[in-house]
């Protein structure tokens, strides 16, 4: 079992910047890839980042692609996700996932373990 908890969320201004964390507990954090995805009210919950075991290889949704950027720290066993030029359209519940292997992944239904959340509002 991995628990996962998100921190870094908060109200920001367009065009600021926020520091996601999610802390993992219970397994080395090395053994999965790791995901963030977020949840807008009324929509889907979507992709947003993804990162392999190492730290080499990253992806990203369209939407974010220059602006964000997803890293890991497997000897504190925390990913981060450091958003930056934000829009009032990433406002959302962003969550953290993991997924037990070497790669990461686009789908919700690859992931095995997921954090609680945090709220990410951004004003115009």
């Known amino acids: 079992q991995v628990q996962l908890v998100e921190s870094g969320g908060g109200l920001v201004q367009a065009g600021g910047s926020l520091r996601l964390s999610c802390a993992a507990s219970?397994?080395?954090?090395?053994?999965?890839?790791m995901g963030w995805f977020r949840q807008a009210p009324e929509k889907e919950r979507e992709f947003v980042a993804s990162?392999?075991?190492?730290?080499?290889?990253?992806a990203y949704t369209d939407s974010v692609r220059g602006r964000f950027t997803i890293s890991r720290d497997n000897a504190k066993n925390r990913v981060f996700l450091q958003m930056n030029s934000l829009k009032p359209e990433d406002t959302a519940v962003y969550y953290c996932?993991?997924?037990?292997?070497?790669?990461?992944?686009?789908?919700?239904?690859?992931?095995?373990?997921w954090g609680q959340g945090t709220q990410v509002t951004v004003s115009s």
């Open positions: 996932a993991a997924r037990l292997g070497l790669r990461g992944a686009a789908t919700q239904k690859e992931y095995d373990y």
């Open positions: 219970g397994r080395p954090l090395s053994r999965y890839a």
């Open positions: 990162i392999n075991w190492s730290g080499g290889t990253t």
